[in-house]
């Protein structure tokens, strides 16, 4: 059972390049979640999905886009990268129902350096 | 707007020290807060709490709610190096889609 994982662990992006992340659970997870996490912001909600097939906005969406076609699958892309979005990039995902549904699960991270 | 405060931002102490970590909370539907600790990678999940006054416990670790003064602490007793991490403290809103609102975390430093 790995839980989530992410991929790649670590890029490095010249300014206008574009990539995509990749998000992976085996839990069965209904909410998928991205995060970005800089030094005296916290985490901060990119984008999430209810359910396969589902996406929605979370908190700092500009540049980045997300899908969500198998359940056991978020992607993130990156379609013109920039230096502000030099980040530690955090998968995470949870229950749909039942106790603990709030717990959100979280994948080991993509640092991301755009230069 | 919903926001969930955490003090102090920093904290430097002993091995063996006792250390009282401090979350507030101003949430509209409140459902849940949750506990998580960050070494140098992903956040872990500690405890969730929903009531008021009960306390969860996980070996030298134990968290409390109150949901009138609307706050949450984490306690650490006997600390040892190994409990060196970033605590997060984040709060679920009942119709928010399982958003959750985290604070910026506590840094805890156990020097030996």
């Known amino acids: 059972n790995a839980g989530v994982t992410q991929t790649p662990k670590f890029r490095v992006l010249k300014t206008g390049q574009s990539m995509t992340l990749l998000c992976a659970q085996d839990?069965?997870?209904?909410?998928m979640y991205w995060y970005r996490q800089d030094p005296g912001m916290g985490l901060r909600l990119i984008h999430y999905s209810v359910g396969e097939g589902t996406t929605a906005k979370g908190e700092v969406p500009d540049g980045y886009n997300v899908s969500r076609l198998k359940k056991q699958n978020f992607l993130l892309g990156l379609e013109s990268a920039a230096p502000s979005q030099t980040s530690v990039y955090f998968c995470a995902s949870s229950y749909s129902i039942g106790q603990g549904q709030e717990t959100q699960y979280f994948g080991p991270g993509t640092r991301l350096l755009v230069l | 707007e919903d926001k969930v405060v955490q003090s102090p931002l920093s904290l430097v102490v002993h091995e063996g020290d006792t250390v009282t970590l401090n979350c507030s909370y101003e949430v509209t539907n409140f459902r849940s807060l949750l506990w998580y600790k960050q070494e140098k990678k992903a956040p872990t999940f500690l405890f969730m709490l929903?009531?008021s006054g009960i306390e969860k416990k996980s070996g030298r670790l134990s968290s409390i709610l109150d949901k009138k003064e609307l706050f949450s602490i984490l306690n650490i007793t006997a600390t040892q190096t190994g409990d060196s991490a970033v605590y997060l403290c984040?709060?679920?809103?009942?119709?928010?889609?399982?958003?959750?609102?985290w604070g910026l975390g506590t840094s805890l430093a156990v020097n030996p």
């Open positions: 984040a709060v679920g809103n009942a119709g928010n889609n399982r958003k959750l609102i």
């Open positions: 929903t009531s």
């Open positions: 839990m069965n997870h209904e909410y």
